[in-house]
């Protein structure tokens, strides 16, 4: 095969179209349509005695208002709950609309839709709803004293609770461990409120023709929106379609399904016959969609001599936030993914999830894990500093040693699962990123100091996706797979994949993603999934299609199926380069009737015209074209690995902190796309750099958050991320036929944790929380110095 481009730097396909502002994002279209316009609660908590809509009824442009008692029986309930779990006991979400009670700040109370935006918000101005203001529960410590209750049926406002305990055959478990420990540590670390901040906010329009739905959403999830939708609107699947057009950036926000806007828009589409959009505004995403990280850990550690860990318990007490639409997924990954790439003796985890009157908490990139990884990198440092080691000999004597894969490391995921790593090389690693850092020749000096951290992620999970590829009588080959894209650059990962396996030139090559028309069944991107997922059933289909190729022209050129081979674009016998067919005609003679693009194919295949008057049948077994389709679906999750480290500097006077060298060394198994991943990982990078120095939520004693806008939320620009210089190491994953784990995530995941390890270093002070401001610092400088 001379078309090798899997494992290539190609250039990203969809970039020219993106960055010349030819994408077609959400409110790019629809430029006819009703907007759709929400009043939102101004309080935290209230419980909602009347609506008046009277002065809002003569704004000019206006098309309808919506309460929640205006939406018939299956719209108006409870959005759907979608990952229940036996621990979480008291899960509840939200009404499309506010039904008697509002939760938290931004919460949907009343639909308008009128014939512009401007229109729409005008009457939302003028829609007068009468509150009783309840107290609200702000931040963890109010709500586990349980004295107010975001939920009335719920007590103590404990959502789930859950504790898993792994120890050694035969052994300790983590609490005896640590009291028989020569050594031992206790400390509690504290991981802010952030959330996604897409370029795009959410979005959704819809058209509804008297018979079908077609709905357009700024989704990461179209198949499940399409059943969502489907279902809340009481109409036959066949009936919707869900289209994500090109969407600018999810993060995770976007995967939460139904949103209610995506309910409540097509069904105003349907109600009122006409077509019905909107789309976020900064604030709306603020205060109306999801956070994240908000997390508090207390740790307890007993090690021996040489810092291996015996026994680790950590108690987590996470924020929900109001609803829990996600369940428990995001403490259920910490808990479960906290321990990287380490093996402690025993482990105890036990977490507790409470309710806010705050924006409710989903899964934002890194899911869980940065908080985890914070814990356990933070343990690792503060080992070493107790012990006077070197922090990465400390790493070195726990880790998990490439002999011992697959390495049952002990837990159980949400699914019941047991995590199993399948492969990986973490000393290699560590001695890769020492190597690419310098480490062991970094010169320390106060206000200079070197930072490193470790991690494991399950990506790839399942339970499946699809792929379906067709080589029509052009030669081009059409590709598609369910799961939507979000700049991860799949047109062009799908599109090498495909070239590889049927030997054509990737310009051939398109890839459709995310439509419900073109494939139905699809799970969506989240969780480092879509290259593992998508990439092995677009392998698994082309096979299929490569197969039936050759089988068509091993007739046509009288020689055996297994003497053919494939390249660029062209069937030939193996050491006969001569005997060859164009897989534009093997795409003719696979079809009966014989349809040719051009004449030189249509002579090729003997006969002229747009139809063959003899039309021999299908052969028996066989399908007319050549297409085919096929799924691939996880036995469980395939783990990738990494190791980031970092030097800081920080100014003595301001405080300030400023990373100099950034370097990461990253395992994603096979490489579809080198240059892709270290895209994905840079962004992932300057994501964890927010995380780790600027972002947070702020919310005050009232429930209000008060830094809602890019004023006063702070996120990294250009100036604030340093070049990243990046090494792969590549252990294929033995669990999928192309050998992938994933990589949307990584760069995210250790990066509190590395530059926490880095302050301290150059300050000699303990960081115990992320994110940290020079401010904070500064304080933390006044507090020593008065010690
Ligand atoms: N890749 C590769 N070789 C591998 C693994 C991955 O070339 N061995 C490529 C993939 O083909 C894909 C990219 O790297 O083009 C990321 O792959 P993967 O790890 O499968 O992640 P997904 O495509 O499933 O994307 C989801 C992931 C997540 S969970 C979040 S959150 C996230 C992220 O991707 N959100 C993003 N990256 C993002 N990037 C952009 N621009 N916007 C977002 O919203």
Known sequence: MTTKLFGEPVARREDPRLLTGQGRYLDDLGGEALAAAFVRSP??????????????????????????????????????????????????????????LVRHVGEPVVMVVATDRYAAEDACALIEVDYEPLKPVVGLEESVQGAQLVHEDVPGNVGAHLVQEVAPAGGRGAREAIEAAPHTLAFRLDIERSASMPLEGRGVYARWDGRDLRVYSSTQTSTSVRMAVAAALGLPLPQVEVIAPDVGGGFGVKIVHPWPEEVLVPWAAMTLGREVKWAEDRREHFVSSAHERAQVQHVRVGFD??????????????????????????????????????????????????????????????????????CMERTMDKIARYLGKDRTDVREVNLIRPEEFPYDQGMTFQDGRPLIYDSGNYP?????????????????????????????EGTGVGPYEGGHVQITSDGRVHVSTGLTSQGQGHETVFAQIAATELGVPIERVSVVTGDTRRFGYAVGTFASRAAVVSGNAIALACR??????????????????????????????AGAPSASIPLSTVAVLANPLRYAFDEETAKATQFSGTASPDRP???????????????????????????????????????????????????????????????????????GIGGALYERMVYDQHGQLVNASFMDFLMPYATEIPHI???????????????????????????????????????GIAIDRMPISPSELFDARERRRLE
């Not at 008692?69 to 309930?77: A, C, I, M």
């Not at 210089?725 to 990584?746: D, V, Y």
């Open 725 to 763: 210089e990046t090494a792969h190491l590549e252990t294929p994953s033995p669990l999928n036929p192309l050998g992938i784990k994933g990589a949307g995530e990584a760069g995210v995941i250790p990066v509190s944790a590395v530059i926490a390890s880095a302050i301290e270093d150059a300050e």
């Open 43 to 100: 309080h935290a908590h209230a419980r909602i005695r009347d609506v008046d809509v009277t002065a809002a009824l003569d704004v000019e442009g206006l098309v309808a208002i919506y309460t929640w008692e205006d939406l018939p029986e299956r719209v108006g309930r409870a959005l759907p709950l979608l990952i229940p779990h036996p621990a979480l006991t008291h899960g509840r979400t939200a009404y499309p609309l506010a039904r008697e």
């Open 428 to 456: 290699e690693m560590l001695r890769m990123i020492k190597e690419l850092i310098g480490w062991d020749s970094f010169e320390r000096r106060p206000g200079r100091g070197i930072g490193i951290g470790c991690y494991v």
């Open 544 to 573: 299929k299609v490569r197969a039936k190729a050759l089988r068509v022209a091993a007739d046509a050129l009288e020689a055996s199926p297994d003497d053919l081979d494939i390249a660029d674009g062209v069937v030939h016998v």
């Open 617 to 687: 049948p299908v052969a028996e077994g066989e399908e007319p074209g050549l297409e085919g389709r096929d799924f691939y679906s996880p036995i469980r999750s395939t783990f990738a690995s990494g190791m980031h480290a970092a030097i800081v500097e920080t100014d003595p006077d301001t405080a300030e902190i400023k990373i100099v060298r950034y370097a990461v060394v990253h395992d994603c198994g096979r490489l579809i796309n080198p240059m892709i991943v270290e895209g994905q990982i840079h962004g992932g990078v300057a994501q």
């Open 305 to 374: 001599d040489d810092g291996r860990v015996l026994g680790l318990d950590v108690t987590i007490l996470h924020d929900h936030g109001a609803y829990t639409p996600y369940g428990i997924i995001v403490p259920i990954i910490t808990s479960t993914q906290l321990l990287g790439p380490y093996k402690p003796g025993a482990y105890r985890v036990e977490f507790t999830a409470v309710y806010t009157n705050t924006v409710q908490v989903t899964p934002y990139r890194g899911a869980g894990r940065p908080q985890g990884v914070f």
